[in-house]
């Protein structure tokens, strides 16, 4: 075009919507490009597909100028130049470049998520109700209970369902469990025992060419039960989840 420039297309790759990790190691600074919020599922196992998390399968010494790090600086950083093996160990060891605001939304919507989970999963032993999720962030403030995001919303529900019992902040206990145990009738006597000691209730018990019990038991002692009945009939046995024992309405009594 007389007069004018000629025109050079870019090849530089725009990201948008783009959350960085950042780790340094052996002195220099690597990167990554992310999908905002994908980091945090791929950290707590939600995300387990590497390219939903990543927007370029690279590693970068700086993101937004565009410069990948040279095969010999990993070899000298990381002992290798596997990029995936990199790309892992940056996603789970680096810290992710958010500002303050996104930062403070990222743990309101976690500390909302994990109280969420303790009323799925608890209720009021007093009057067998469950509490509201306002109830339980106001406990949880109550415990100073600092939120991680790099764990799951239902890992930090237990330690929350923990503290909140040994400080005593409010009455709070599993909501129970109701399960049908089958065993064989050679088995059936001689497990009783056992399983009444992991059992909070025997609800009902038929005998057979089976020994079928009903029982409420306390969440945490599931693997438990399963175990032993696996264990003590070789296989032969079962443990079925019927359901959550039946819950009455919420509970808003102010605390």
């Given at each position: 075009m007389a007069g004018g420039k000629i025109f050079q297309p870019s090849t530089k790759i725009r990201l948008t919507n783009v959350s960085i990790v950042r780790l340094r190691k052996g002195g220099k600074r690597f990167e990554v490009a992310c999908y905002k919020n994908k980091v945090t599922e791929w950290r707590t196992g939600v995300e387990?597909?590497?390219?939903?998390?990543?927007?370029i399968h690279q590693v970068y010494m700086n993101v937004s100028k565009g410069e990948v790090a040279k095969t010999d600086v990993l070899l000298k950083c990381f002992k290798t130049d596997d990029v995936d093996k990199v790309v892992d160990e940056i996603l789970t060891k680096g810290e992710q470049q958010v500002s303050d605001k996104e930062r403070q939304h990222q743990l309101d919507n976690m500390f909302r998520d994990i109280a969420t989970n303790v009323v799925e999963m608890c209720i009021n032993p007093n009057t067998q109700q469950q509490y509201t999720?306002?109830?339980?962030?106001?406990?949880?403030?109550?415990?100073?209970?600092?939120?991680?995001?790099?764990?799951?919303?239902?890992?930090?529900?237990?330690?929350?369902?923990?503290?909140?019992?040994?400080?005593?902040?409010?009455p709070i206990a599993r909501a129970q469990m109701r399960v049908r145990v089958v065993v064989p009738a050679k088995d059936g006597k001689r497990m009783k025992k056992s399983i009444e000691e992991l059992v909070s209730a025997v609800e009902d018990e038929e005998h057979g060419e089976e020994y079928e019990y009903v029982c409420l038991i306390d969440p945490g002692k599931y693997g438990q039960v399963a175990e032993l009945v696996s264990r003590e009939t070789k296989g032969a046995g079962e443990v079925v989840i019927l359901n959550f024992m039946d819950l009455k309405e919420t509970d808003d009594t102010p605390m």
């Open positions: 387990k597909d590497i390219d939903e998390v990543l927007q999720v306002t109830m339980i962030e106001k406990a949880m403030s109550g415990i100073h209970y600092s939120v991680n995001t790099n764990r799951s919303a239902k890992q930090q529900a237990l330690d929350v369902i923990r503290q909140l019992q040994e400080q005593g902040t409010i």
